[in-house]
């Protein structure tokens, strides 16, 4: 199975926010935004792996700014890394001032999503290959958020965990 790189996945959705998409203060729903980062990251997800993929989890959401009525919306997404069957997909939201084009970053998200055959049985998916600085960042950081949800689950010991210990010892 050959290596593929994050831009092989690269996923932008485009969308406006429109008044029935919006709270009492006229800002789009974070549920909204939610569903929009989950498409783009499922989309992301199925171009790395050529499979049926599902949501395995939402791991960070940052909502930094509101998404105000009227707004053009931009969903960036594209994996970082990828393990056995599960692949991390890292989404950066933005808005697009419609008179300049000028683009603001608003939230992002960090989600991981299972390769699946027919059947629903996890597959093997990809390596990746980080490219540019950001990449490898995010790369680097996926094993250590992985091994906390990991530590945090159950499913692994604390002890084991030697890339998120490794913050913490010298």
């Known amino acids: 199975?050959?290596?593929?790189?994050?831009?092989?996945s690269l996923t932008i959705l485009t969308d406006m926010v429109?008044?029935?998409?919006?709270?009492?203060?006229?800002?789009?729903?974070?549920?909204e935004l939610l569903a929009r980062?989950?498409?783009?990251?499922?989309?992301?997800?199925?171009?790395?792996?050529?499979r049926i993929v599902v949501t395995a989890s939402v791991n960070h959401v940052a909502f930094n700014k509101a998404v105000p009525v009227g707004s053009v919306v931009i969903v960036e997404a594209k994996?970082?890394?990828?393990?056995?069957?599960?692949?991390?997909?890292?989404?950066?939201?933005?808005t697009e001032d419609r008179?300049?084009?000028?683009?603001?970053?608003?939230?992002?998200?960090?989600?991981?999503f299972v390769a699946v055959d027919r059947t629903g049985t996890p597959v093997?998916?990809?390596?990746?290959?980080?490219?540019?600085?950001?990449?490898?960042e995010r790369y680097d950081g996926a094993l250590r958020r992985k091994q906390?949800?990991?530590?945090?689950?159950?499913?692994m010991k604390p002890v084991d965990a030697n890339e998120l210990r490794a913050l913490f010892t010298s």
């Open 37 to 50: 980062m989950d498409r783009a990251c499922s989309i992301a997800a199925q171009r790395h792996s050529s």
């Open 79 to 94: 994996v970082s890394r990828a393990f056995n069957s599960s692949m991390e997909i890292y989404a950066d939201v933005w």
């Open 18 to 31: 429109l008044p029935g998409e919006t709270n009492a203060l006229n800002n789009l729903f974070g549920g």
């Open 148 to 155: 906390l949800s990991l530590v945090l689950s159950g499913k």
């Open 1 to 8: 199975m050959p290596t593929k790189s994050p831009k092989d």
């Open 124 to 136: 093997k998916v990809p390596a990746i290959a980080p490219e540019t600085e950001l990449e490898q």
């Open 99 to 112: 008179e300049s084009g000028q683009k603001t970053k608003v939230n992002e998200g960090i989600y991981t």
